[in-house]
Structure formats: structure tokens, C-alpha cells
């Protein structure tokens, strides 16, 4: 039996592929901004402990520039979340709408959960900046975070499991539940939160580069991030073996015999592979190296959208096991919408684009010696 709910009659105002493209790319980005969330927090935190323990001036300074950075990344997050969620919707809104439902108490915690981390956060990086202990709001917004992953991905297992649904509803029609017992899902949030750390040392090595660091702060960082990304990218291939090993039988296999998926799945695995070259040869540079952190950056890139790819592809092998193929849709495309569209989204990324150039040019003159002096005195 077909367990979704009937297709609503109104033809979609784009073709699939294009849907799907915009899609991945947002999801993408989304994700790479989590991962500079997660990996940026854990590695304050840590930092900020053993800074101290260690009485270790570069770690605290380092875990100073990283959190008073994360309020930001938090508005990156939340603002690229919202592109993919409508595109999935839009595609997949008979599986996820259902989904969301079932969970649906846990679902809308996500709002909540959301302030109370973005709170911590601001709490976190104030804290820092007057000098005062931030270990507490800073965990607490970790916590909160890495609960709203493990939200996200309770729906995006659930909504390709029709087969749970009915007994679901009739356990918890409040939405008091999860997706718990569904092997793929621990693995795959595991996946997903060490996928975190190759992006957050990537970003490290970047900051090493700027201006206005002494030598002593720099070299310690873009080791630190290249240590990281070597470590935490082999940690990740463990994991996605894993997360492949848990899906239902063939669907792995399936999404391996398309062309396309089957290339993203070989380019996640080479750019691992570079990941942790390159690494390695970041920790063992005597000095930041500009070439090497901007190769470890595009390439962990590259990697998020390898492993977004993968996932899409797992998503509809998975769906059209069960009778849902998001390809066999009726399109009614309204090319002058989306032609309005793709121009207001090209605007949208050179105004960011020249935003952010602005705030790069404004930084040596104030905010970065502010920022350095703050983070040298920066304690846990
Ligand atoms: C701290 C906040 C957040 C964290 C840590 C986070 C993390 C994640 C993770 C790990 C996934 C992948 C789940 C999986 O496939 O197993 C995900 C998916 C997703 N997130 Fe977020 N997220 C956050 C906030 C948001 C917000 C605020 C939005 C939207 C407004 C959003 C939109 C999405 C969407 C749409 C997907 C799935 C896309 C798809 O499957 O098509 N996220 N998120």
C-alpha cells in the first residue's frame, strides 16, 4: 500500500532538475555553515579548557577569535536553512510534511531550541569580550545545537520510512516521538556532526592568515586546523562506512549504478583524500601558508557538496522503493518568475559578496585590534 498522502493537483512552477539543483547547492551551504557552528564551538570550547589547564595563551586567544565569530555563523545557519527547507518542501512535502507531523512536538522545539542556542551564543561571545568565563553558555549552546541536528535528522530518515508511519500515529498522535528505532539514523547524525570538523579547521587555517596576528598565534593555528582536518576527515570516511552499511539492502548498490551519484560519491572520497594531505601539511608548516588554506577550504567544500549529493541520491533511491519518485511530477514551469527569481539570486550574492568585502576592508583598522587584545586577554 502507498502510504502517501495524495499528490497535490497543482503542477510544480519549475522543472525538477532545476528545483533539485537550487536545492543542493543551498543545502550545501546550509551545511557547511553547520559545520562551522559545531566544529567552531567544539573547538572554542576545547580550546578555551586546555588554554587554561595548560595555562596556553595561543589557545585562549584562538577560542577568543572563534566564538566571538559564532553569533554570525548562527545567522549564516539559519538564514541558508530556510532555502533548502522550502525546495525540499516543495519536492518532497508528501513525505516530509508527514514526517514533521509524527515528530511534530519535537519538530516545533526546534524554534525554541534555536533561541535558546543563538542565546548562549551572544551570552557566550559577550562574556568573552568583557573577560569573563563563557565555558557554560558556550556547552549550553553546543548542547542545544547538537539537538536540533539530531531533530533534523530523525525527519530526514523518518520522511523515507512510509512503512512506520501508521503505527507511529496510533503510539504518539501528539508527536511525542522519534524516529529511534531506525538504523540509519545514528550513524548518519554521526556522519553528519564529524562532517563539522573538516569545515571548522579549514576555517582556522584561514584565520591564521589575517593580519596583525604575531607569528607565535598564526603558526599555532594553522597547525591546530590542519591537525583537525587530517584527523577528523579519516574519522568521518570510519563513519560513512558505517552510515552506507546501515541502509536497507540495495539502496546503496542502486544509488552506486547512477552515473552521476556514483562520480559524487568518488569525489567525496577524493577530496578526503586531499583533506587529509593537505592536513598534514598544514600542521606541519612552520608557518601559515596562504595557498594551503585556501586549498583546504575550497576542498572541504567540495566535500560537503559531495556528501549532499550522495545523500540526495539515497533520498530518492529510498522513496522510489516505496512508490515515491520525486522525477514523475507534473511542471507547469513559469519561466518569468523564474527567470525574476535567478536575477534577484545573482543581486543577492554580489551585494553579500560586496558586503563582505566591506567588512574585510574595515577590519584592520578597528574591530581586528579590538578583536586580537580582547582575545589575548580572554580567559575560560
Ligand atoms: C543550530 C541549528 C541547526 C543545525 C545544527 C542544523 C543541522 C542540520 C543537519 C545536521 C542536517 C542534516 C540532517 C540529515 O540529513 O540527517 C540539517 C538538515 C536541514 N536543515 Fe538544518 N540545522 C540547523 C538549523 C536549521 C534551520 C533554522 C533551518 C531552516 C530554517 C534548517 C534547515 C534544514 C533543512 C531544510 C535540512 C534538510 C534539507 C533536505 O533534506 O532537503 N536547519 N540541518
Known amino acids: 500500500m502507498n502510504n502517501f498522502p495524495a499528490v497535490d493537483q497543482i503542477p510544480l512552477p519549475a522543472p525538477v532538475w532545476l528545483l533539485k539543483a537550487l536545492h543542493d547547492l543551498t543545502f550545501s551551504l546550509h551545511l557547511a555553515s553547520v559545520g562551522l557552528l559545531l566544529g567552531g564551538l567544539t573547538l572554542a570550547l576545547v580550546f578555551a579548557v586546555l588554554g587554561r589547564m595548560r595555562d596556553s595563551s595561543v589557545m585562549t586567544e584562538t577560542a577568543g577569535m572563534l566564538i566571538h565569530r559564532l553569533p554570525n555563523v548562527m545567522a549564516f545557519v539559519i538564514n541558508l536553512g530556510i532555502p533548502p527547507l522550502l525546495f525540499a518542501q516543495v519536492l518532497y512535502g508528501r513525505a516530509l510534511y508527514t514526517s514533521s507531523v509524527l515528530i511534530g512536538t519535537y519538530w516545533i522545539s526546534v524554534i525554541l531550541l534555536l533561541m535558546g542556542s543563538y542565546y548562549g551564543l551572544y551570552v557566550a561571545a559577550d562574556r568573552a569580550a568583557k573577560h569573563r568565563t563563557w565555558v557554560a553558555p558556550g556547552l549550553a549552546?553546543?548542547?542545544?545545537?547538537?539537538?536540533?541536528?539530531?531533530?533534523?535528522?530523525?525527519?530526514?530518515?523518518?520522511?523515507?520510512?512510509?512503512?512506520?508511519?501508521?503505527?507511529?500515529?496510533?503510539?504518539?498522535?501528539?508527536?511525542?516521538?522519534?524516529?529511534?528505532?531506525?538504523?540509519?539514523?545514528?550513524?548518519?547524525?554521526?556522519?553528519?556532526?564529524?562532517?563539522?570538523?573538516?569545515?571548522?579547521?579549514?576555517a582556522i587555517m584561514l584565520l591564521s592568515l589575517r593580519d596583525g596576528l604575531r607569528d607565535e598565534l598564526s603558526r599555532f593555528m594553522t597547525r591546530a586546523g590542519g591537525l583537525v582536518v587530517a584527523i577528523s576527515i579519516v574519522c568521518q570516511a570510519v563513519l560513512a562506512q558505517m552510515t552506507i552499511a546501515s541502509q536497507?539492502?540495495?539502496?546503496?548498490?542502486?544509488?552506486?549504478?547512477?552515473?552521476?551519484?556514483?562520480?559524487?560519491?568518488?569525489?567525496?572520497?577524493?577530496?578526503?583524500?586531499?583533506?587529509?594531505?593537505?592536513?598534514?601539511?598544514?600542521?606541519?608548516?612552520?608557518?601559515?601558508?596562504?595557498?594551503?588554506?585556501?586549498?583546504?577550504?575550497?576542498?572541504?567544500?567540495?566535500?560537503?557538496?559531495?556528501?549532499?549529493?550522495?545523500?540526495?541520491?539515497?533520498?530518492d533511491v529510498t522513496l522510489r522503493s516505496v512508490g515515491f519518485d520525486v522525477w514523475n511530477r507534473q511542471v507547469a514551469p513559469n519561466w518569468s518568475v523564474i527567470d525574476l527569481f535567478l536575477i534577484l539570486l545573482l543581486t543577492a550574492v554580489v551585494v553579500i559578496a560586496w558586503l563582505v568585502g566591506v567588512v574585510r576592508k574595515a577590519t584592520p583598522a578597528d574591530s581586528l585590534s579590538v578583536e586580537v587584545r580582547s582575545a589575548q586577554e580572554t580567559y575560560v
Open 141 to 202: 549552546a553546543l548542547l542545544l545545537s547538537l539537538t536540533i541536528a539530531f531533530i533534523y535528522s530523525n525527519n530526514m530518515t523518518l520522511m523515507l520510512h512510509p512503512q512506520s508511519w501508521g503505527a507511529m500515529y496510533l503510539h504518539s498522535p501528539a508527536g511525542l516521538q522519534l524516529n529511534s528505532a531506525d538504523p540509519t539514523l545514528m550513524p548518519r547524525w554521526l556522519f553528519f556532526m564529524a562532517g563539522s570538523f573538516p569545515i571548522a579547521g579549514a
Open 248 to 315: 536497507p539492502q540495495n539502496v546503496f548498490s542502486t544509488v552506486m549504478n547512477d552515473s552521476m551519484y556514483r562520480m559524487f560519491a568518488f569525489g567525496w572520497l577524493t577530496t578526503a583524500l586531499l583533506l587529509a594531505l593537505l592536513g598534514i601539511a598544514g600542521a606541519a608548516g612552520k608557518r601559515a601558508n596562504a595557498l594551503v588554506a585556501i586549498a583546504v577550504s575550497t576542498v572541504a567544500f567540495l566535500n560537503v557538496v559531495s556528501s549532499v549529493m550522495v545523500r540526495d541520491g539515497v533520498r
